[in-house]
């Protein structure tokens, strides 16, 4: 079947599979561009948690909006337990769960047996192209790589194919994003981090050498890339606010693709996994936060 854009798609919910940091961003996001969002997490406390910063985020968005000529009112945005309930007349799925292939390819077979047959099925995995979640997917043509970068200090999303992605789709998804002022861009052929994080990777693990191998430190690295090149945050700061858990499972996915990557990075970043220091979440990683 030749899947493209629902033509009712403005007239339809949208559903995030999971409520942690990157879930709740996106679902704020497309509730601030007029769409009702529902949220699936089996935990009630992430599912508590998504609503509050909805809650609390979506005035500054919808304004925001305003601010560029899109006058729209939010949608609604409600959240539930079970992936199932939420389903029913979405255009539009997108699963933000862990990123572990075990979760992620019996969800998208549920997800392919029970959206509506017209429904876009799009992963926000950001080491894993979709064509590794598809295992149990019937109806390839509608699944593809939707990766948010960190909504909506960074409104850039990336879309790639699944290899059997109906033609033409990721430019129709990418002209349907940009009236909820996201940054849309197609990586045109199958790359391991897409296109920003492929870049962001080598940059990533080269700071993490040089701290492993004892020439510098995160403090120093942070300091000297904002320096020179003019960045916000550095590495260490931005890797922390990732999770350093999130950033060693990525990090082993590229060295189980490119066995020639040197270790001393991922040796680091476990040192610090090993030690619970996971970075904000845990209020200690390359550097301590407080409450």
């Known amino acids: ?47 508590t948690a998504a609503l509050e910063y909805i ?19 939010a949608g609604t945005v409600t959240a539930v337990e079970q992936v199932a309930d939420a389903l029913s007349g979405a255009w539009l799925v997108v699963e933000a ?38 295992d149990e997917v019937t109806n390839a043509g509608r699944v593809f790589n939707m990766h948010f970068a960190m909504p909506p200090t960074s409104m850039a999303v990336e879309l790639m194919s699944d290899g059997q992605t109906s033609e033409g789709l990721l430019e129709d998804v990418a002209e349907e994003l940009r009236r909820y002022g996201l940054a849309p ?61 999130v950033v060693l499972d990525i990090e082993e996915h590229y060295a189980a693709e490119t066995p020639t990557l040197p270790e001393g990075p991922r040796e680091l970043l476990r040192s610090y996994v090993s030690a619970g220091k996971l970075g904000r979440k845990t209020g200690e990683g390359f550097y301590t936060y407080g409450e």
């Open 1 to 47: 079947m030749n899947y493209s854009l629902p033509t009712d798609s403005a007239d339809r919910p949208i559903v995030i599979v999971g409520a942690g940091t990157l879930g709740r961003r996106i679902a704020a996001v497309f509730a601030a561009g007029g769409s009702d969002v529902r949220i699936a997490d089996l935990q009630e406390a992430q599912r």
């Open 55 to 73: 809650a609390e985020s979506l005035p500054e968005l919808t304004e925001r909006l305003h601010q560029q000529g899109t006058v729209v009112t």
């Open 97 to 134: 769960v862990p990123e572990k292939l075990e979760i992620k390819r019996p969800l998208f077979g549920d997800l392919d047996r029970l959206a509506d047959h017209d429904a876009l099925l799009a992963t926000n995995s950001s080491s894993y192209a979709s064509r590794y979640v598809i």
């Open 185 to 245: 861009f197609i990586a045109h052929a199958e790359s391991t981090g897409f296109i920003f994080n492929r870049i962001w990777a080598a940059i990533k693990r080269e700071s993490l050498a040089v701290v492993a191998e004892g020439v510098s430190t995160p403090e120093d690295v942070d300091a000297i890339m904002r320096a020179n090149m003019g960045l916000a945050a550095g590495p260490f700061a931005l890797m922390d606010q990732v999770g350093l858990d």
